[in-house]
C-alpha cells in the first residue's frame, strides 16, 4: 500500500506535468521533485499505518537487511513493493485516462511510467542510480539513528523528513537518470506501461531497465554496510 500510494502520487505528477490538456500542463522540474518529495512522505506514513517498517524500495529494504544481517524479509517486501508499483501505476493511467489520447509522443507518456537517462550511457547512468541509493540510504539511517533519535527528530516526523531528503536528491542528482532509486518505482509502472492500453504508447525501453534495477540494489546494499560500520 504505500509503494502503491508513492506511485500514484509521484507518477500522477509527472503525467499533471507532461500530458497535454491537464491543469499543471509544463509546470516543470520543481513541480515533479516536490510532488514526489510528498509522494514519498506520503507512502511511508501509509506503509507505517499499515503495519511495515515503512519501505516503499527493494534497494531500501535490503539496505537495512544488510545493516541488521536478518534479510527473512527482503523478498516478500520486495514483492509487495512491486506489485504496489504495477497497481500504482496503473491507477494514474485511469485517473488520466482521457489524456493519453490527447498526447501524441509516446516519449512523454513513457515518462509518467519509468524513467530514462538524459544522455544513455551504461556505466554513468548505472553510477548515477548507486549514487542516488546511497545517499537515500544512508541519510535516512541517519535520520531514524539512535544518535539523532536521541535529540531528534519528534515522533511522526521522520516521514517528513525522508520526504524532504528525496526531495534533495531530485533537485541535486536527478538531472541524469531521473533518480529511481528504487526498483519497485521503475519496473513496476514500466510493467504496466508495457500491459496497459494506452494509445500510440511505443516501447517500454526493457533494453535500459536493469539499470535502475541493479544499480539501487548496489547503493542500498553500500549504504546498509557503511551504516552497519558506522554504528549509526
Known amino acids: 500500500m504505500g509503494t502503491l500510494i508513492l506511485i500514484l502520487l509521484g507518477n500522477g505528477v509527472v503525467a499533471n506535468v507532461l500530458l497535454r490538456k491537464t491543469k499543471g500542463e509544463g509546470a516543470g522540474l520543481m513541480a515533479i521533485t516536490t510532488g514526489w518529495a510528498i509522494a514519498v512522505m506520503c507512502g511511508v506514513f501509509v506503509a507505517i499505518a499499515c503495519g511495515a517498517p515503512g519501505h516503499l524500495n527493494p534497494a531500501v529494504t535490503l539496505g537495512a537487511a544488510v545493516l541488521s544481517g536478518n534479510f527473512d524479509k527482503v523478498v516478500a517486501y520486495s514483492v509487495a513493493q512491486l506489485a504496489g508499483g504495477i497497481v500504482g501505476a496503473s491507477l494514474v493511467w485511469l485517473h488520466y ?27 554513468p547512468n548505472l553510477i548515477s542510480e548507486i549514487i542516488g541509493t546511497f545517499v537515500l540510504v544512508l541519510v535516512a539511517g541517519a535520520i531514524t539513528s539512535k544518535t539523532v533519535s536521541a535529540t531528534g527528530p519528534a515522533a511522526g516526523l521522520a516521514p517528513w523528513l525522508v520526504g524532504s531528503l528525496v526531495w534533495g536528491i531530485g533537485l541535486g542528482l536527478g538531472g541524469t537518470t531521473g533518480y529511481a532509486i528504487n526498483p519497485a518505482r521503475d519496473l513496476g509502472p514500466r510493467i504496466a506501461h508495457a500491459i496497459l492500453p494506452i494509445p500510440n504508447k511505443g516501447g517500454s525501453d526493457w533494453a535500459y531497465a536493469p539499470i535502475p534495477i541493479i544499480g539501487p540494489l548496489i547503493g542500498g546494499a553500500l549504504a546498509g554496510l557503511f551504516v552497519r560500520l558506522a554504528h549509526f
Do not use: N, V, Y
Open 97 to 123: 485516462l482521457p489524456h493519453w489520447r490527447e498526447t501524441p509522443e509516446a516519449d512523454l507518456k513513457f515518462a509518467c511510467f519509468g524513467t530514462s537517462p538524459a544522455i544513455r550511457s551504461t556505466f
